[in-house]
């Protein structure tokens, strides 16, 4: 059974940080890129960042570049989310979501989301 569990989320005020987990289990996780998509209410859900499985590569959506990190460690089936410099606008759910690569092509995995509110 596959489980993607996300935690890390909460309230900060504007400017502050928060880093976000998504431990999986039940994949084989090398053969997956990771991804943390957001929704907003009201709002179709977007992609955040990538951390691509192999090669090693990472993509962000511009509104997030420069303030937020996605990073992954394989030897804990985890992949994180350092955000700083949070906005208002980054307040939404957020989701980790595993996709299949290779062998695990067509495969996507999603957690339940985790609510993170940034107060002005």
């Known amino acids: 059974q596959v489980q993607l569990v996300e935690s890390g989320g909460g309230l900060v005020q504007v400017g502050g940080s928060l880093r976000l987990s998504c431990a999986a289990s039940?994949?084989?996780?090398?053969?997956?890129?990771m991804k943390w998509y957001r929704q907003a209410p009201g709002k179709e859900r977007e992609l955040v960042a990538t951390?691509?499985?192999?090669?090693?590569?990472?993509n962000y959506a511009d509104s997030v570049k420069g303030r937020f990190t996605i990073s992954r460690d394989n030897a804990k089936n985890t992949v994180y989310l350092q955000m700083n410099s949070l906005k208002p606008d980054d307040t939404a759910v957020y989701y980790c979501?595993?996709?299949?690569?290779?062998?695990?092509?067509?495969?996507?995995?999603w957690g339940q989301g985790t609510q993170v509110t940034v107060s002005s």
């Open positions: 979501n595993a996709h299949g690569v290779r062998v695990a092509a067509g495969k996507d995995y």
């Open positions: 039940g994949i084989t996780f090398s053969f997956y890129a």
């Open positions: 951390f691509s499985g192999n090669p090693y590569m990472t």
